[in-house]
């Protein structure tokens, strides 16, 4: 298999002209990576899901990643779960009661990457007058220090 330095170059050692060189083609670099470099190669190869649940779902994990999103409210965590399964789901933590236990326990330095994460989703609890009813859920974290 070609180096990508031997896709740009032309048999004189000249870059070649854009239309001949290949593009958008998948260079495999696995064979000489380490189980660190390939475990980063997995993660960014598999697509993320969003995590939609209904009332009395939950999701448990590794928290992978701990970004934040942005939306017309402003900004909330954005997580990124590897599954007991080997799959990546997202969790975009928009609604208040998630939002504020997720951002008060990575605040607190009780949340990072690495991290075991279970999330529950309840359902809706009780409205009050002129308010939308809260979104209710649970976290629980085993943190790795």
Sequence with gaps: ????????????GNVKPPEEMKQNETVDFSDNATDEQKTLLNRVNKRATAWIPAPGDSI???LVELNEAESDYGAYPLLTIETPDGEFVMVHAFHTTLKNQINR??????LA??????????????AKAGINAPRLYQVAIVHRP
């Design 105 to 110: 326990k990575a605040d607190r330095g009780q």
């Design 1 to 12: 298999m070609p180096t990508p330095q031997e896709d740009l170059l032309d048999d004189d």
């Design 60 to 62: 448990v994990g590794v």
């Design 113 to 126: 990457e690495g991290d075991d994460i279970a999330i529950s989703f309840q359902g809706e609890g009780v």
